[in-house]
Nanobody
Framework: QVNLVESGGGSVQAGGSLRLSCAAS????????AGWFRQAPGKEREGVAA????????YYSESVKGRFTISIDNANQQVYLQMNSLKPEDTAMYYC????????????????WGQGTQVTVSS
């Protein structure tokens, strides 16, 4: 059974930082896309960042480029999202996803999803 479990969310003030972790069990990220998505109340799910573990290519949405960094620990099957210079508009539930089924990395067509971790940024 495949499980993706996110952790590291919380409440911070604008300008602060958080690091989200996504731990996989029963699964290897090897040669798959692993991504982070977020969804704020009343809004559609948005692709934030992704990594193709086959060659290490990184992808970011324009809204987080330069502030967020996605990385992977292949030995421990964990994917991270380092979030710096957080803004109130970054407030959302953040989800880890893996194994892109079709389309672009930000298209949310992934096979496996975590349950989410809440990030709240206050001004």
């Amino acid at each position: 059974q495949v499980n993706l479990v996110e952790s590291g969310g919380g409440s911070v003030q604008a300008g602060g930082s958080l690091r989200l972790s996504c731990a996989a069990s029963g699964y290897s990220f090897s040669r798959h896309f692993a991504g982070w998505f977020r969804q704020a109340p009343g809004k559609e799910r948005e692709g934030v960042a992704a990594i193709y573990t086959g060659d290490g290519t990184l992808y970011y949405s324009e809204s987080v480029k330069g502030r967020f960094t996605i990385s992977i620990d292949n030995a421990n099957q964990q994917v991270y999202l380092q979030m710096n210079s957080l803004k109130p508009e970054d407030t959302a539930m953040y989800y880890c996803a893996s194994e892109l089924l079709r389309g672009w990395w930000y298209g949310a067509e992934y096979k496996y999803w975590g349950q989410g971790t809440q990030v709240t940024v206050s001004s």
